[in-house]
């Protein structure tokens, strides 16, 4: 099993849809969720992060943790075809690693 | 400024060939790090740089070999590659202290290596 799971998608939803991501892990110790949006061809840009369990909210986007379930998601209000990207879930202990765990990464397409 | 600047943007070296890759920051982040990114598939860690001092290599094989001159700074020099080693390469940097947020990279646009 790996640490962390993502379906790779391809995911294609009409504009203004509501759209979730989602990442599963099986390591009880991750504290540092991050989601990460890359545009083909370039660098993975940060998106959202969170520290242990909740939610978090910007604006369009909202991510949530649920330590209970090692499940943590990504939802995308009013998306937009400029949305059009993967998306990859990271995360990582507290421990003195610096070596964060990444998903496979979902690929999302956005139909205008 | 919150960029990592990267290049070469692009580089084409035959398996016999010596090159560098550059990779620059002035956000004062204390860790930097060079990932491998094949096609369709996540960003892998090389190695981590923490004050200036190599802190983790992934047993990267030793036709890789990084190099951190300043806080500010990290190459990765390239020699004898494989045309497996072709990929995009990331170099990220965080502060890994204080609130979460500095804890999330800020990646570079990565240089894309062809090995002929």
């Known amino acids: 099993q790996k640490e962390v799971e993502q379906d790779p998608g391809p995911l294609s939803v009409p504009e203004g849809a509501i759209v979730s991501l989602n990442c599963t892990y099986s390591?009880?110790?991750?504290?540092?969720f991050m989601w990460y949006r890359q545009y083909s061809r370039k660098g993975p840009e940060l998106l959202m992060y969170t520290y242990s369990s909740g939610n978090k909210e910007d604006g369009r986007f909202t991510a949530q943790v649920d330590k209970s379930s090692k499940y943590i998601s990504l939802f995308i209000r009013d998306s937009q075809p400029s949305d059009s990207a993967t998306y990859l879930c990271?995360?990582?202990?507290?421990?003195?690693?610096?070596?964060?765990?990444f998903g496979t990464g979902t690929r999302l397409k956005v139909l205008a | 400024d919150t960029e990592v600047t990267q290049t070469p943007k692009h580089l084409v070296m035959g398996m016999t060939n010596k090159k560098s890759l550059k990779c620059e920051q002035h956000?004062?982040?204390?860790?930097m790090y060079w990932y491998k990114q094949k096609a369709k598939k996540p960003p892998e860690l090389m190695f981590v740089?923490?004050?200036?001092?190599?802190?983790i290599n992934e047993s990267v094989p030793s036709r890789f070999s990084p190099e951190c001159p300043n806080s500010s700074l990290l190459n990765l020099h390239l020699h004898a590659l494989q045309p497996e080693d072709s990929a995009l390469y990331l170099c990220a940097s965080n502060q890994e202290r204080g609130t979460a947020a500095n804890y999330g990279y800020t990646f570079g646009s990565g240089t894309r290596l062809t090995v002929v």
């Open positions: 740089y923490s004050y200036e001092k190599l802190s």
């Open positions: 990271a995360m990582r202990t507290t421990s003195g690693t610096y070596k964060y765990i």
């Open positions: 390591n009880s110790a991750f504290q540092y």
């Open positions: 956000m004062g982040h204390r860790a």
